[in-house]
């Protein structure tokens, strides 16, 4: 892959799946980047690379969510054990 055809601000993780990910889909497939999310509109793809390299990083952002909430809901249940505090 070209450097010089990449948008300015990829991501290594969209340029390592591009490179890995040589399969193409059928029909263009709607994306998200932050430059587009920001302007409310969709980037479209046929790369099956390009795709996946632009999913992973929400999906990460989505676990790490839960884990967080997860996390504390489990320390203000211990805290509350702890100290006696019902409710």
Do not use: C
């Amino acid at each position: 892959m070209d450097p010089q055809k990449n948008t300015r601000g990829t991501r290594p993780l969209s340029l390592a799946s591009r490179m890995l990910i040589r399969q193409r889909f059928q029909k263009i497939r709607r994306t998200i980047t932050w430059k587009k999310m920001l302007r409310g509109e969709w980037a479209y793809t046929t790369s099956v690379g390009a795709y996946v390299g632009r999913w992973v990083p929400w999906i990460g952002a989505v676990l790490t969510a839960y884990d967080l909430s997860i996390i504390t809901r489990n320390v203000v249940h211990r805290y509350k054990l702890i100290t006696g505090e019902k409710g």
